[in-house]
């Protein structure tokens, strides 16, 4: 080849290149020269959209990851603190059952997304997705946007997780660690009634471990089954909010919790019968946190 051919030679893959990563953004799985075409997030669409289920792999005695199939250069389409919503119409009854679910994987996962679910004896909705099968197909709407977060505008967040309220408070963790010029300090404060109830706790570990100076995690437990146990025991109690969280007297600082009902109620007060955030109450009322401060999810 001549001078000029292979300057257009090189000029032409340097264009390729450029091209593929700006259009597929995920040169593992696809480009310029790879196998698929790109496909637009799932939640471009507006409306319920049908996922089928690809597979179900159990956490522990009540808890299963439900890993749910896109398209192999597709992602969701989910934004830091956001959910979606499934939607069935179960049994005999006349109108659908709605919920809200936040999924585990990251925003930028390609080819799948994971819902991991609670089973509560009571909840017609997580019995049903615990009865599903690889194949069975879950309507889903999303994405539902929460808290509006911007890097670096906060100095540090506290939250305060109960159960399978951590899903969110893992979304946003993950949103902030990933994003190196991000500074924002992270406490939380996981409760569970016993340690085998801890879901996604080798994640979150890994991760503190990963982000020591970004990330502090903490869990509690009703009562202690070994010996061996390093963390708290008992309720978040006044005194533990005061032991973690960042004071309500520092600024730019928000405190969040997620959980069951009565644990809502008892550290932040319940959202309004509208669902939107209502009066803060509870212990967070109690040290003075306004409601600027404060965030249900």
């Known amino acids: ?5 292979l300057l257009n030679h090189f000029s032409l893959t340097l264009f390729r290149i ?9 040169p593992h799985d696809f480009g310029p020269f790879g196998r698929h075409e790109f496909v637009e997030p799932a939640f471009q669409k507006k409306g319920f959209i049908d996922f089928k289920l690809k597979e179900t792999i159990p956490i522990n005695h009540d808890t299963s990851l ?5 398209e192999p250069t597709q992602k969701l389409g989910m934004t830091a603190t956001s959910c979606l919503v499934v939607k069935e119409t179960l049994g005999d009854d006349e109108k659908p059952t709605v ?20 089973k509560y004896e009571t909840g017609k909705m997580s019995s049903h997705i615990h009865s599903m099968s690889p194949g069975d197909k879950l309507m889903m709407k999303g994405p539902i946007q929460k808290y509006p977060y911007t890097a670096n ?8 997780a109960g159960g399978s309220g951590i899903t969110p408070m893992l979304q946003l963790i993950t949103h902030v660690l990933d994003n190196p010029d991000d500074k924002t300090k992270l406490t939380l404060v996981f409760a569970n009634k016993s340690e085998d109830d801890i879901i996604l706790r080798s ?19 009703d009562k202690a089954q070994s010996p061996n146990w390093k963390g708290d025991v008992g309720f978040v109690t006044k005194e533990l909010v005061q032991k973690y969280m960042p004071a309500s007297s520092n600024q730019d600082i928000l405190v969040s919790v997620c959980g069951p ?18 009066e803060v109450g509870g212990i967070f009322k109690e040290l003075g946190y306004t409601s600027d401060q404060v965030f249900k999810f």
């Open 1 to 5: 080849l001549t001078t000029p051919q």
């Open 18 to 26: 450029a091209y593929g990563y700006t259009r597929y953004k995920n």
């Open 66 to 70: 439900f890993r749910f199939e896109l």
């Open 99 to 118: 919920r809200p679910y936040t999924p585990v994987t990251d925003m930028e996962t390609y080819g799948h997304f994971d819902l991991v679910v609670k």
């Open 153 to 160: 505008k906060l100095k540090e967040i506290g939250m305060i």
């Open 203 to 221: 994640r979150l570990d890994d991760l503190a471990k990963k982000h020591p100076d970004k990330l502090k995690v903490h869990y509690v437990v």
């Open 261 to 278: 009902l009565p644990m809502m109620k008892s550290i932040s007060g319940a959202k309004a019968p509208d669902y939107s955030q209502g």
